[in-house]
């Protein structure tokens, strides 16, 4: 009788632990697609690098678990609303800052040392040099 008790605390345990883990990938699915979405907007905010001088400026985006931005945003001050490009980057930053926290070891993040590019006017159109 102790076996057979023994037997369903380990099953239930084994299946209580198998629909955790669903969860959590469920749920990390959702997030890695609400974190893509955010980057698209802030990326089709940020499209139009078109340039006369030097407005062309860069920033950084997005912060990686180790530390450090996962990448840079190149646009054009004259096309955009600088204010609303912070507050755009600032939210997609903040979400994956809590992703990495929420599923620590359980994605694949890439950690480098990126290097800020020195942006021009080239032709019309913001360019890292």
């Given at each position: 009788m102790?076996?057979?008790k023994l037997?369903?605390?380990?099953?239930?345990?084994?299946l209580l632990f198998s629909c955790k883990e669903k969860d959590v990938l469920a749920d990390?699915?959702?997030?890695?697609l609400?974190?893509?979405?955010?980057?698209?907007?802030?990326?089709?905010?940020?499209?139009?690098r078109a340039c006369a001088g030097d407005d062309c400026k860069v920033m950084e985006i997005g912060e990686q678990s180790c530390g450090g931005p996962s990448g840079h945003l190149i646009?054009?001050?004259?096309?955009?609303d600088e204010k609303v490009l912070i507050e755009k980057v600032k939210t997609y930053t903040d979400f994956q800052r809590k992703m990495s926290i929420?599923?620590?070891?359980?994605?694949?993040?890439?950690c480098a040392l990126l290097l800020v590019p020195t942006v021009?006017?080239?032709n019309g159109l913001c360019t890292a040099k």
């Open positions: 102790k076996a057979i037997i369903c605390h380990i099953l239930a345990f084994v990390l699915e959702a997030d890695n609400k974190l893509s979405q955010l980057l698209t907007e802030v990326q089709t905010y940020a499209q139009n646009y054009s001050l004259s096309k955009v929420k599923y620590k070891g359980k994605r694949d993040e890439p021009d006017c080239v």
